[in-house]
């Protein structure tokens, strides 16, 4: 089973994601396949629209009075993140008969069969993908410090096999996230994502997969290489091996504002034109006659405002007034 997490406004890409799933995966059980968590308000749907796939509305979960007091305290990117643990949790609960479950955020897209997912599910409790498998060795931007920052790992790809140390994992997870999902560097938090960095060391068989062909994104393409074949999309990793193109992340590579990647340096996207057509086939897999295509929404849930994305003249002023405000708390001003 799938489960990701939307707003009205990434519905479309929510159900391009299920179908990709659904065609790739090869499940036939009477269970649901695809299981779409709505961190927005049901009634907001334009009349006469139809899911393919069973929604699931945040207040199912957390009942009035928390979820205005969760949706008042964080940003709608923030929110989302705040209720990631309990969703995956309540699939569980509601699903007894579901022994491996896959999260995905809703720009992920399937490429190819997920045999290989459900291999490495047999013995682990947990998947995770590293953002990056290298060390750059180089001058650009993001490095190494920055992932320090926003966590080792993406919380836009898991896998969890159903045990008691998932139970265990999820009741941690969903206790550290509800009050300390913000986005904020100096005390240390990013999201959910950043604790997973603790995953590996805290709980058993917890695996990281390292495979090129998997959860390719922009944080990664400067590491990997892509061809397309008779047989597929290929991926060639750091250290020359090949694999099939499994699954890949458009955040912040279909729309440049999304994720924490605004400002790389390390990929000129122009470069590298084998993206251009992995990106327009990714494209035709959205739904061509969703009501709420192209239209932005904005969450019922989450009222703090987003970060405002900064180009041009005002990114530089701004780096400018960071560098002297650093400079000056090199001194000590008397009292």
């Not at 917890?206 to 390719?216: M, S, Y």
């Not at 990997?224 to 590579?253: A, C, D, I, Y």
Request: a neutral charge; hydrophobic letters at 40%.
């Amino acid at each position: 089973m799938l489960l990701t997490i939307c707003t009205l406004s990434q519905l479309p890409q929510a159900i391009a994601l299920g179908d990709s799933f659904v065609r790739h995966s090869g499940s036939s059980t009477s269970i649901p396949p695809v299981i779409l968590g709505l961190v927005d308000d049901a009634a907001r749907l334009p009349a006469g629209f139809v899911s393919p796939y069973p929604l699931l509305p945040v207040s199912e979960l957390v009942v009035s009075a928390p979820l205005a007091e969760l949706s008042a305290l964080y940003t709608p990117t923030e929110f989302a993140a705040a209720c990631k643990p309990a969703f995956i949790t309540e699939v569980f609960r509601r699903y007894p008969d579901v022994d491996k479950l896959l999260y995905a955020d809703p720009n992920v897209c399937f490429m190819g069969p997920l045999s290989t997912i459900w291999q490495q599910l047999e013995e682990s409790t947990a998947l995770l993908t590293p953002f990056i498998t290298r060390n750059p060795a180089d001058s650009h931007w993001p490095d190494e410090k920055f992932f320090q920052n926003i966590g080792l790992y993406s919380s836009d790809f898991l896998g969890f096999r159903r045990s008691a140390e998932t139970d265990r994992l999820l009741a941690w997870w969903t206790d550290r996230v509800q009050q300390r999902a913000f986005i904020n560097y100096c005390e240390g938090l990013c999201l959910d994502q950043i604790w997973l960095m603790h995953v590996p060391v805290f709980f058993k068989h917890v695996r990281i997969v390292k495979n090129p062909g998997w959860h390719v994104a922009l944080w990664n393409l400067p590491e990997r290489s892509l061809h397309q074949t008779e047989n597929g999309w290929q991926v060639t990793g750091p250290e020359g091996q090949n694999q099939p193109l499994l699954f890949m992340n458009v955040k912040g590579w279909l729309y440049p504002d999304q994720g924490f990647f605004p400002h790389q340096n390390r990929i000129r996207l122009s470069d590298r034109p084998e993206l251009g057509s992995l990106l327009d086939t990714y494209r035709q897999t959205l739904p061509p006659s969703s009501a709420l295509r192209g239209k932005s929404i904005k969450p019922a849930y989450g009222q703090q405002p987003e970060a405002v994305v900064l180009r041009g003249w005002r990114y530089s002023a701004v780096q400018s007034f960071r560098s002297i405000t650093r400079f000056i708390d090199q001194f000590s001003l008397p009292d």
